[in-house]
């Protein structure tokens, strides 16, 4: 049973495949609580600690930091909005994130929302992108699209198994692509 009472979706999907974007949209429309994982490691990043500054080395390399330190954040930002229902965009990005989650909270998710989008138009998408951010550039881009493919594309396959996945084709305009995320009883919990 889980701990907490918590309902939430994974949100995953490809670098640049428009997690944030339709997250938000998600929130104005339905209140859930949006937490993206990398958002929350972004800040981590700039504590000044030493997990930060591992943070801040792996997110420029691309690499997927230890559960320990992304659960803890996601924890503490889940007990602190006082809220119950939550999107959880960018995690589990593998096993070790997956089967810790799980193990550490007792909770599963209501669904997966999976964003499906081809490599070139998302790179075309992060190297337009003015946020400044350490991992929108080629080099990075292109070993994100790897650890992708290698790491949590078999996340998504797992749930794929279990029957929790909906998959939703990113490869359209936001508008076109929130007709689908949105569309009635998708992302409604009880
Ligand atoms: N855009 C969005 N939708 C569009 C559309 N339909 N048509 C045209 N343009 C569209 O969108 C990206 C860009 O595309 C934006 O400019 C947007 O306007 C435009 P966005 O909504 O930001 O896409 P998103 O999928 O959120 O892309 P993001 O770059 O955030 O995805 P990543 O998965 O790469 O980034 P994240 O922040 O999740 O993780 C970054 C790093 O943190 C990881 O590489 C890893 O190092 C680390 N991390 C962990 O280690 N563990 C975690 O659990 C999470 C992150
Ligand atoms: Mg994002």
Request: glycine fraction near 10%; include cysteine; proline fraction near 4%.
């Amino acid at each position: 049973a889980p701990k907490l009472d918590y309902q939430i979706v994974f949100v995953l999907g490809g670098p640049g495949s428009g997690k944030g974007t339709q997250c938000a949209k998600l929130v104005e429309e339905f209140g859930l609580v949006h937490l993206s994982a990398g958002d929350l490691l972004r800040t981590h990043m700039k504590s000044g600690t030493e997990d930060g500054n591992m943070v801040a080395n792996m997110i420029k390399q691309g690499q997927i930091v230890p559960s320990r330190v992304t659960i803890s954040l996601l924890e503490k930002a889940m007990r602190d909005s006082g809220k119950r229902q939550f999107l959880i965009d960018g995690f589990p990005r593998n096993e070790e994130n997956r089967s810790n989650f799980e193990s550490q909270t007792g909770i599963e998710p209501a669904f997966v929302l999976f964003f499906d989008c081809p490599e070139e138009v998302m790179e075309r998408r992060l190297l337009g992108r003015q946020e400044g951010r350490t991992d929108d550039n080629l080099e990075t881009i292109r070993k994100r699209f790897k650890v992708f493919m290698d790491s949590t594309q078999p996340i998504i396959n797992f749930y794929v198994a279990k029957g929790r996945v909906r998959r939703i084709n990113a490869d359209r305009s936001p508008q076109a692509v929130y007709a689908d995320v949105g569309s009635a009883g998708t992302v409604e919990m009880e």
